[in-house]
């Protein structure tokens, strides 16, 4: 008989966001009258600009013509999208042959694990994204869970403390960095000279960091860098992963990108890139040629303006949210620059689940626990500023009411 | 610094396409002039049909609106999506929550890997499409290369000799078996009794079968099965893998599916289906969901008759070049159920390369060299009949001229 995969045996039989589902629908079951606001998953809600819908719409419509059927492309993406990413987003800092298009920045931090292998140490921080971690696990780089995260992850708690950025000079040396600015979930945005730490950590200790900035275009602050590649010294160290979908609302449309920088080598001086091409020929075969047409469209004259007016209308919910939070008296972090709100209530020790529980009680909120994001998450919630904005005017209203 | 993973390291730089294409390039850039027909990779080339089409662009312009907008959808697909597959390609022998949605078939056996490990010992079909090694080698499931192939697969041979089935008495046993039928690259179809014994084989040996079914519509011989799950007891030992790609000319839309029956259990008694919901959830977020609007616009009954009509076309193709072959004296196998033909010429003993090379070099029309498909393949052409029914009629005009 075929064995289970020790590895997934590993994983707790919940991601978060499941859970949080199976929270929800349970308690509808007792209170069908609720009308529950979701400030939880960070799933995007607003329609799709109109000039990058008619552009997904040509070219699906184009797709039915003799001279605009196109089967495979590269699968490493239109040559034309590489790039304006390039071009536009990273104003010529990288080339567009280090562009590698994807179906999304979860499916390629999926394919990067498979790129180290099940030999490379990592380190997340801490709380964090949970697929860092979850994905090391399934290729087998981690130990069993434990009450403290999984066995031979370093975790480097991002906290109020250390002003959410970890101390670098008790960390042990891993292969991998798994770096995400602005943060999920704490809204926290690296400074320049932090990353520049961070830049000169890895190299330092010959790692790789996996920069993941998919929140990059929600920082207003013009001194807080965007991309890694800002920093000098990246390209050596650093491959960044990135996403269309809280960008333009393409979280069900499906594209994002990574960067593979040429100048990325391992030990023995391969190139990181040469491997990365070849497993996104090998078991990936380009993101839909549909979508990738919405992805340029993105980034014309035109469709940066629609991406900044979708964007503005997020970050001006971000700030009801965190104005409100202030005022009933939690500490609350992000929301400036960043999607997420990251809230505790003052003075008190509550776990994340308790407080979830008690939001969706008796305001029918749901939020994401903290301490799903990792150890130092607990406590903590996550708010996320992606809905209508009448709906998140009211679940603030009802938090007022039942908190206050 | 960081090692380069072993695994990658094992896989020889060129993935049999891209080898293709640099000999194609090659022989451009010293004969500028010369127009190549590629009967090569098969990638579809025909208009998506007006009603798939316009499904996608309603899709898309739908997101657009308010109430047409969504987000993350659930990451097994659409519901209505998992239903019509069930019932319209399955005839209800699968259940809708059995059917697992994806970008594609390719992804999903890369997936797949992930969801064994690096454990389980695999046998493949020789010759067969590259991938299934490929990603097995990736996932660390294999030794290393040799002029055999890998070191560590069972290779089933597949030739003219035994009918293209496997003698199953002399195999030995492994944990995952991938078959392909309507094979690529042979074009043979597995007839009901072989695939009974086939399961039997599986069940006998606690075996799990990829049944890779992404050309069961090339079917037309209605006692062949197309899937594996018309053999009784292949839900309790199967996994089958499926795509649109050359069922409506998907191949750059991606959409694909994956049957994981909830009877299928590792020797624990864990259900399959249970990691691989771990694993679509953790590292994958769905197909895009203009692409599954697509899908089912191709299951109802318009779709329906245009999928036929797009791969009757296909099928005419694949008689031209099959009939054009026997003719010039080669022994030509599938393109009857398969849009694949298989030929070698009779009475010659000479390597693939060296044939692929020549019919570039005096016809200018690009095949697949056997080879590529596993160690059985020597000797063996592959031609593929995706292309413009004009194209396929000159590059046969051409082989007639050159080759007789």
């Not at 994983?11 to 589902?21: D, K, Q, V």
């Not at 391992?266 to 979508?291: E, L």
Request: glycine share 8%; charged share 20%; net charge negative.
């Amino acid at each position: 008989m075929v064995h289970r995969n020790p590895h997934l045996a590993k994983l707790a039989s919940g991601y978060l966001f499941p859970e949080i589902n199976r929270r929800k629908r349970e308690f509808l079951v007792h209170h069908p009258e609720a009308k529950i606001i979701s400030l939880g998953i960070g799933n995007t809600t607003e329609p799709l600009s109109p000039h990058i819908a008619h552009a997904l719409a040509y070219a699906a419509q184009h797709l039915a013509t003799r001279e605009g059927y196109s089967g495979y492309g590269d699968e490493q993406g239109l040559p034309a999208l590489r790039e304006k990413i390039a071009h536009v987003l990273y104003k010529g800092s990288i080339n567009p042959d280090e562009v590698f298009i994807s179906d999304g920045a979860k499916c390629d931090l999926g394919r990067l694990q498979l790129l180290f292998g099940c030999q490379a140490t990592i380190a997340v921080q801490d709380p964090t994204y949970p697929v860092y971690v979850d994905g090391s696990v399934l290729i087998g780089a981690t130990g069993h869970s434990t009450d403290h995260g999984f066995k031979g992850v370093v975790y480097m708690p991002c906290t109020p403390e250390n002003n959410f950025f970890p101390n670098l000079t008790t960390l042990p040396r891993t292969d991998l960095i798994y770096f995400c600015s602005p943060n999920n979930p704490t809204g926290a945005v690296a400074t320049k000279k932090q990353l520049e730490q961070l830049v000169a950590f890895a190299k330092q200790n010959k790692s790789i960091i996996i920069f993941d900035a998919a929140y990059s275009e929600y920082i207003e602050e013009p001194t807080l860098p965007k991309s890694i590649y800002e920093i000098d010294g990246a390209r050596e160290v650093a491959i960044e992963v990135s996403s269309f979908s809280k960008l333009i609302g393409f979280t069900g449309v499906r594209l994002g990108w990574c960067v593979v920088p040429q100048t990325l080598c391992y030990d023995d001086g391969t190139p990181v890139a040469k491997d990365w091409n070849r497993i996104v020929t090998t078991i990936f075969n380009g993101a839909s040629n549909i979508a990738q047409h919405g992805g340029l469209a993105a980034l014309d004259h035109q469709g940066q303006e629609e991406m900044k007016a979708t964007i503005a209308y997020t970050k001006k919910n971000a700030r009801i949210i965190r104005s409100a939070l202030l005022e009933l008296g939690f500490d609350a972090y992000g929301g400036i620059n960043s999607p997420y709100i990251w809230a505790k209530r003052l003075g008190k020790t509550e776990k994340s689940w308790d407080i979830f529980n008690e939001l969706l009680e008796t305001s029918h909120v749901v939020t994401t626990p903290g301490s799903g994001f990792g150890p130092s998450g607990e406590g903590f919630l996550r708010f996320s500023a992606f809905g209508h904005r009448e709906d998140v005017e009211e679940a603030v209203q009802r938090l007022q009411q039942t908190l206050r």
